[in-house]
C-alpha cells in the first residue's frame, strides 16, 4: 500500500512538471486528456456507479459549453464565474430527462439516450431560439480570467484543467465512500436487494444522473473558453461513445481506472499519428484484445463488503 502511494506521488510529481519538457503540441495533448478525464470521470457517476448504461453524456457537456458561450458573448460575463451556472443548467437538462426515462434498463436506456445527444446536436444545428448560431456555431468565447491573468496557451490551460481534475479526483473519492455513493453500487450489484434494503431505487438514479450531467457542464464551460468557438460538430455521438469506452476500458467505477482510459484513449493514438493510415487499425485491435482479456477494465472497482446497511 505505501508503495503504491509513492508510485501515484511520482507520477503526479512528473505529470506536474511534463510541460516545461513537452512542446506546444503534447502539452495541449494533455490538456486534452485532462478534460477527457474530468468528463470520463463525471460519467462514470453514472455508469460506473449506478450502472446506468448512458451514451448520450456529450448532450450534458453540449448544454454547459452553450450556456457558457452564450452568456459570455452576449452579457460579457466571464468563463470562471459561468462554470457553475453552464452546470446547473446541464443539471436541470438532466433532471427534465431523467423523469421519464429513469425506469428504462440496460440496451433501452442505452438508446434512448443515444437518441437524446442526437436532439441536442439537431436542435443546435437548427439555431434554437435564434441563440446558437446554427451549423456555424458561436465566435468569439472569451479565455478564463483567473485573478486578472488571463489563460490562453497550452501550457496556461494544462494546469487549470488538471487542477479541476484534481478537485474532481479529491471530491469523486470523497462521493464514493459516502452513504449515497454506497447505495448506487448497490444499485448497479442488485436493483432488486437494493429496493428490498429501503433504497428509493428512481431517486437515486435521478441524482446520479443530475450530477454527471453538473460536472460535465461546468468542463463544457473550460471546453468553450479553450477552443474560443464552438459548433454542434464539437458535441456529436461520438463524443459520447469515447467517454462511454473511456470509462469501460479504464475500469467502471474506479476513478484511476478512469484516468489511465483518458489518457490511452486519447493520448496514446497520439503517438501512432505518424501512421496515419493504420493507427485506427492498431486502436481497434487494442480495444478487441482488452475486451477478450480484461473485460472489467483495466483497473476493475474494488469489491468491498459494508457492515452497515442504508435505509
Not at 51 to 70: E, K
Not at 194 to 202: D, F, K, P, V
Not at 227 to 232: E, G, V, W
Amino acid at each position: 500500500m505505501k508503495n503504491k502511494k509513492i508510485i501515484d506521488v511520482l507520477i503526479c510529481v512528473a505529470l506536474f512538471v511534463s510541460p516545461f519538457f513537452l512542446n506546444m503540441y503534447w502539452t495541449d495533448v494533455l490538456v486534452n486528456v485532462g478534460i477527457y478525464a474530468i468528463l470520463s470521470l463525471s460519467l462514470n457517476i453514472i455508469l460506473g456507479y449506478c450502472g446506468l448504461f448512458q451514451m448520450g453524456h456529450a448532450a450534458f457537456y453540449a448544454v454547459g459549453a452553450y450556456t457558457a458561450a452564450i452568456l459570455n458573448v452576449k452579457y460579457n460575463i466571464p468563463i470562471l464565474i459561468l462554470m457553475p451556472v453552464a452546470g446547473i443548467f446541464a443539471g436541470i437538462f438532466a433532471f427534465i430527462i431523467a423523469k421519464p426515462i429513469i425506469h428504462l434498463r440496460g440496451d433501452y436506456l442505452l438508446i434512448v439516450t443515444i437518441g437524446i445527444v442526437e436532439i441536442v446536436r439537431i436542435a443546435l444545428v437548427n439555431n434554437v431560439f435564434g441563440l446558437t448560431g446554427g451549423a456555424n456555431g458561436i465566435f468569439g468565447i472569451d479565455r478564463p480570467n483567473v485573478f486578472g491573468f488571463i489563460v490562453k496557451t497550452p501550457f496556461h490551460f494544462f494546469y487549470l484543467i488538471y487542477f479541476l481534475l484534481s478537485i474532481t479526483v479529491l471530491l469523486f473519492s470523497r462521493f464514493e465512500n459516502s452513504k449515497f455513493g454506497r447505495a448506487l453500487v448497490y444499485i448497479k450489484e442488485d436493483e432488486v436487494a437494493a429496493e428490498g434494503s429501503g433504497i428509493n431505487i428512481a431517486k437515486y438514479k435521478t441524482i446520479a444522473f443530475v450530477i454527471g450531467a453538473v460536472w460535465a457542464g461546468m468542463i463544457g464551460a473550460i471546453f468553450a473558453s479553450k477552443m474560443t468557438i464552438i459548433s454542434p460538430d464539437s458535441f456529436n455521438f461520438w463524443e459520447s461513445v469515447i467517454l462511454f469506452t473511456i470509462v469501460l476500458i479504464g475500469g467502471s467505477g474506479n476513478i484511476k481506472g478512469v484516468i489511465l482510459g483518458s489518457f490511452l484513449i486519447i493520448g496514446l493514438p497520439e503517438l501512432f499519428r505518424d501512421f496515419a493510415s493504420a493507427r485506427m487499425l492498431i486502436f481497434g485491435m487494442a480495444m478487441i484484445a482488452m475486451m477478450i482479456f480484461k473485460s472489467e477494465g483495466i483497473f476493475p472497482p474494488v469489491r468491498k463488503i459494508y457492515k452497515i446497511a442504508i435505509k
